[in-house]
Every structure is written in C-alpha cells, then in structure tokens.
C-alpha cells in the first residue's frame, strides 16, 4: 500500500517527509556527509552497546529473555512523541496548532489504512507485527544465552538473503545475479558458523535461534514493505510507537505468568544492564528511522554491518573468545551478502544484463 500526501499536506509538512531534494549545494552535501558519518558510528555503537549488555544482563540467577524483550519494546513509545517534538522544533515556520496539527496527524495515520487509523487496520497490524517483532527479539534475546554476540550479530545479518527470497515470492521483485550470489554467500556462511561449533547441542542452539531471527527479521521488513509502502519517517514512528504500546499491554500478563510459574523469575534482574540495555535499543530503532530521512540510506545499512567488527573485537578483548576459526571465514562471507546488496537497482540491473550477454555470448561461440 503506498502512502502519499496531497499537496496541501506537502505545502505544510514540507522537507521533514516530502523526498529530498535531489541537487544541494557544496556545503550541504559535506554537513550531509558528516552528519552520516555520525549517525553511523552512533548506530553501530548504540547496537553492539544494547547487544553486549544483553549477553551480560544473564547470569545463574537471572535469565529472563522474554521480560527482556517486553520492557526494551515497551520503551519505543517514546519514538512518536520525541519524533513529533523534533518536527515541529525543527522549523520555525510550524506550529503545533491548526490545521499543522490536524495535517501531520492525518499523515500519520495513513501508515495503517488510507483512511487512518481504523479498529480493524489497527488490530489487524498489531496482532501480525507486534508477533513478529516479540519473535524475532526473542529469538535474538535467546540466543545470546548460547552464543557469542559477534555470533549472534553476524548470523542475524543472514536476513538479507532471506529479504531476497521473500521478496521474489511476496513482491515478485526480479531475479538478480548479485542477488543470487548474495544468497549462496550468506548459506555457505551459516553452515561454516556451525560447523565451526561442531553441530554442538549448545552452539547449535544459538545457531538455530540467530537464523529464526534473521528469518523473522526477513519477514517483518518484507510483509511490512508490503503493508504500508514507502512510509515517511513519522509514520514509522507512530506505527513503532503503537508497537510498542500494543506489546506494554499484551505482553505483561505473559510475563507474569512465567514468573509465577517459574519458567522466567524476575528475582536478582541487573537493572544497570537491563535498563541501559533498553534505552540504547531505543536509541538504535530511532537513529535507523531518521538517518534514512537525513542521510544516505547505505549509511544506514552500514552502520549495523560496522557493529559485528566492533562486537568482535569486543567479545575477542573482554570475553577472550576465540574468533580465528571457521568462523571468521563464515563472516566474511555472511558481509559480503549483506554488502553486494547495497549495491544500487541501477547497477545491479547492469551487471546482471552484462553477465546475461556474457553467458549467450559463450554458449553461443
């Protein structure tokens, strides 16, 4: 469902959520490339931060992955208000009054139908997106109880091979070269991972719960894509915030029945790591949604790709984990799935016409 504004709504809610202009200036091109740079290693860090301290939030006497999940999704509800904040702050032309307001809320609100938000468009985006997202964080939270969080990281970014699939059988997006290449990349990556660990009941777990994410995280971005279409940055926050809502309400019940029934005891929680742990999860969700608005989205994608190095040496330094095995070959490969799909549509069009020419040209001789 692609989203647009009328052009009344364009007049008033201006560059914050119309496309940005595609001719600048020198200068702002350089405070745009700076302000990337920026937002790049603040994204990197605010990941491997919230990662990190997630792996040391457990222990013997506190290992509650689920309550994890919900208390660090119940903190994206701040996103919608301290978004709207920074809109209406950011130009002295906009006023948190009518009809500003009434526009930028309407806005909004088209993320869920073209009529705004209905009960039904509301229940229905909820119910499958909230699932996802408890899902994939779970699985993710999980999973760093039996892996490292280099490995953990690394893995997840397998998604971007499964975004390719779903979205050839979803979308129906073409069949590419670099796309297929980033397919094998990202598989043969993931079997080194864990043949590495010696197909272990242990690492194997870990293994097993970082592909579900990635899997789930494949399936959040593709069915989400096919949702709501191109939504503009304050619309991502609204429908993140709504999550976050939505998994404060549904999933506390959850998390006091496992409590109670001593699956997940909430006794002797590390709130230094837990809470730190949230907000920097926060921070993260936040720079994602607005470096695309601000920067170069390829920013974006390698900031999370900057994190696994980071954890890495990390994990190498602090938890003297050994990484000179086949794992290291297995990440390479998995980045560099995860890399040849940063190339633009127009260039990997090209070269998949190329190696099509290529190959006729050698059947053919």
């Keep these: 469902m692609a989203l647009t504004l009328n052009d009344d709504d364009h007049a008033i809610i201006g560059n914050g959520i119309a496309p940005v202009e595609s001719q600048r200036s020198t200068a702002s091109e350089c405070r745009r490339l700076a302000l990337g740079l920026v937002i790049v290693i603040c994204i990197a860090l605010s990941w491997v931060g919230a990662v990190q301290l997630t792996k040391m939030s457990y222990s013997e006497a506190f290992s509650a992955p689920l309550f994890l999940v919900w208390l660090g999704t119940s903190w994206m509800m701040t996103l919608f208000p301290v978004a709207s904040a920074i809109y209406f702050l950011s130009a002295p032309h906009r006023r948190f009054r009518n009809p500003e307001a009434v526009i930028y809320w309407r806005h909004c609100t088209h993320v869920f139908s073209p009529s705004g938000i209905t009960f039904r468009s509301l229940l229905t985006s909820m119910v499958l997106f909230t699932s996802l997202w408890v899902g994939i964080n779970y699985s993710y939270s999980r999973a760093l109880m039996y892996a490292s969080a280099t490995d953990v ?20 997006e073409q069949i590419l070269i670099l796309r297929i290449l980033s397919v094998l990349f ?180």
């Design 153 to 172: 990281a690394t893995l997840s970014s397998s998604s971007s091979a499964f975004i390719v699939l779903l979205s050839i059988c979803i979308l129906k």
């Design 186 to 365: 990202s598989c043969v990556g993931i079997v080194l991972f864990a043949y590495a660990d010696g197909f272990q009941q242990v690492g194997a777990a870990g293994v097993l719960l970082s592909l579900v994410s990635a899997i789930g995280i494949a399936m959040y971005k593709v069915l989400l894509k096919w949702r709501v279409g191109d939504a503009s940055i304050y619309q991502m926050t609204l429908f993140l915030s709504v999550i976050g809502a939505f998994n404060t309400v549904t999933l506390f019940p959850v998390v006091l029945l496992l409590h109670f029934t001593g699956v997940e005891i909430l006794y002797h929680i590390p709130w230094n790591f837990v809470i730190w742990s949230s907000i920097l999860g926060v921070i993260f969700n936040f720079l994602i949604n607005f470096g695309i608005a601000y920067t170069y989205p390829l920013f974006i994608s390698l900031g999370t790709l900057l994190g696994i190095p980071i954890n890495a040496i990390i994990d190498a330094l602090v938890h003297n984990i050994d990484l000179l095995n086949w794992k290291f070959p297995g990440a390479i490969l998995i980045m560099s799935g995860f890399l040849i799909l940063l190339a633009p549509p127009s260039d990997s069009l090209t070269i998949h016409k190329f190696f099509l020419k290529l190959i006729r040209w050698k059947w053919t001789s």
